[in-house]
Every structure is written in C-alpha cells, then in structure tokens.
C-alpha cells in the first residue's frame, strides 16, 4: 500500500536554529498537509498545499514557518528560528481529492533543546 | 467554524467487551466525518471515514461509527477489543467541500485490561 515517507524519524536541534522536515506524498496525490502533536495534545492543523500554493493556513504557522514543494515529489516544512515549544511530532499527510481522508506519515519528532 | 468534542480522554474496557468512543461535532454545514488511530510511537491511521449514504461505516480491524445528524454524533464501536486496540483514537471532521482541513478532537485512549 502506497505510503507516505517523513524523514527524520527524530530530530534535535538548538533553539534559533532553521530546520527542514522533509516528506514524500505519495505520487498521485494532489493536496498536501503538515499537522503538529505536542507531546500529549491534540492534533493541530499546520497548512495545506495545492497546486504549488498554500491553501490555507493556522495561526500556529506564522512567518517562521514555510514550505515548499521544490522537485515535485517532496514537500518540506521549514522553521526558520526554531523555539523551544516548537518541540513536537510533526506529520505529513497527502490525499488525492478534497472529500476523502489523508494518508499521514509517521511522523517526525523534533526536539529543540 | 467546526469543531470536534471527544467527552473522554481515556477509557478502560476488559478484553473481549464491547467499546463505544464518543464523538461530538458542530458545525453549520454539512460535513465528512472520520475515525484515525495511533497506536504507541506511531502515526495516525485511518480507521473509517463517512463522506455521504448510509449513515453506518464499516472500518478496518472490526471498528464501525454510525453518523447521527440529529445528535451530531460520530461515535465509534467494536464488538469485541483485543488487546492490539490499545491506542489513541482521534475522532475528526472537515466541512464538505469548502475546507482542505480536518479538525481532530482531544483524543481518547483506549486501555485494554486483561
């Protein structure tokens, strides 16, 4: 069955360091999402993606936040200045229409310490 | 906006009892519905999702939910829990076709007890 790929499993950095997550949908499909766990809450809508744009976005994803689709099969979150309560398991999701549900990846744990 | 209310955060049922895992949505249109489970140190899965006929939704590893409009309830079964259910379940929705996103609930975990 078709999957979704995140890459790192888990990740550590130093707060105000930039980090890339990086995530490979699965080849046909057309929308894209970054959702964020913090450790024992509730899942939280990051962005969408469509068509090389963001479709919408939360307040969490504010101008630290980025992403971007460089080669047309990944799809990567940038955090420029990473904070402390950045710190979270960060999904990846893709789904080939509006209506259904997505498939998430398993996740990457960022750490920032 | 719509939002998704999971009454309760954890919930015990011995080993081969039945199970029911409230879920509660508002929102003023129409909506799809979904079932996502997480099972330790994974990501999440879909279990089940109801996007429009017939308001009883069969998922994988035996689950179903029954979408109640009048109630606005999307509250999930299984006849009989083994101890492999042990994990995070996450009730969530998305307004029809105006919102790319879906809005999960708080979670409820599901203790397996021997």
């Known amino acids: 069955e078709p999957e979704v790929t995140q890459t790192p499993s888990h990740q550590v950095t130093q707060m105000g360091q930039e980090v890339i997550l990086r995530c490979v949908p699965i080849?046909?499909?057309?929308?894209f999402y970054w959702y964020r766990q913090i450790l024992g809450q509730k899942v939280e809508f990051l962005v969408s993606f469509y068509n090389n744009e963001i479709s919408e976005k939360s307040e969490i994803f504010d101008d630290q936040f980025s992403v971007e689709r460089p080669d047309g099969s990944n799809f990567t979150l940038k955090i420029r200045s990473t904070k402390l309560e950045d710190s979270a398991m960060y999904f990846c999701a893709s789904s080939d229409d509006r209506a259904g549900g997505y498939t998430f990846g398993s996740g990457t744990r960022l750490t920032v310490v | 906006a719509q939002s998704v209310t999971q009454l309760d955060s954890q919930v015990p049922v011995f080993e081969e009892a039945p199970v029911e895992l409230r879920c509660n949505y508002s929102?003023?249109?129409?909506?799809?519905l979904f079932w996502y489970v997480q099972y330790p140190n994974q990501g999440l899965q879909l279990l089940l999702k109801?996007?429009?006929?017939?308001?009883l939704v069969k998922g994988i590893n035996g689950f179903e939910a029954e979408f109640n409009k009048s109630q606005t309830s999307f509250h999930l079964r299984k006849p009989s829990v083994h101890i492999s259910d042990t994990a995070e379940y996450f009730c969530?929705?998305?307004?029809?076709?105006?919102?790319?996103?879906?809005?999960f609930g708080k979670g409820t975990r599901l203790h397996i007890l021997p």
């Open positions: 109801y996007l429009s006929g017939s308001t």
């Open positions: 080849s046909n499909h057309l929308y």
């Open positions: 969530a929705v998305r307004r029809g076709n105006r919102d790319d996103k879906i809005i």
């Open positions: 929102s003023s249109v129409s909506v799809y």
